[in-house]
């Protein structure tokens, strides 16, 4: 009889104790929608910083657009000259950062009594020029696409911004919401009796016991 009545506390705690506190699952549910939000935050700026660099990639390109275009009409029109700077190393330099095939298209439009310009090595890099203003307008659209490729090729040579660390703190929070599901399966996995149900078995121990 002792027995049983030990065995009937053991059943009675056991089962009176198997069912989760609200509280704790409570808890659970705000850590997990947490995790939800934080993620979302994370993942809102990642999208804003690739949105930067994105427009900062755009008016990178347009502005050495410009700069390229206005050049390669300088070259087409004048015979550019800069204080404290040698002409030849000028010459070099500007073609360097035209480019070969914006180069060529200058060389064939530049206008008529432009002389021929020369690199430091003596190398010709500027022909002298033959053309007229009416084939350099006719001209301007190739020389514009030109101007373009040549920008969009040296744009492309930078890396983009390091994203990999959002990356990484979504994968880390993922791991996390997968533990917190985890441990929700499992305290979701109880017998959660009644009061009720409870009593009546204590009665019927009881009834046994008699």
Known sequence: MRMLRIAGAVLFAS???CATPPEIKQALAAKDQAYTENEQLMQQYRELVSNVTTRHLKWYRFVQ????LDLALQW???NPHMADVPDAALAEDDATLLGPDVLGLINSIR???LPERKGA???PLFAAGSGDMSTLVQQLPDLIARVEQRVA???SIPQGVDLTAFDRYRSNVDALRR???LIKQYLDIDVTVSRTDVQSLADALRTVRR
């Open 153 to 155: 090729a040296g744009a």
């Open 65 to 68: 657009t410009r700069l390229k």
């Open 76 to 78: 087409a029109t004048t």
């Open 179 to 181: 533990i917190n599901g």
């Open 111 to 113: 206008l008529k009594s």
């Open 121 to 123: 090595n003596g190398q």
């Open 15 to 17: 089962l009176a104790a």
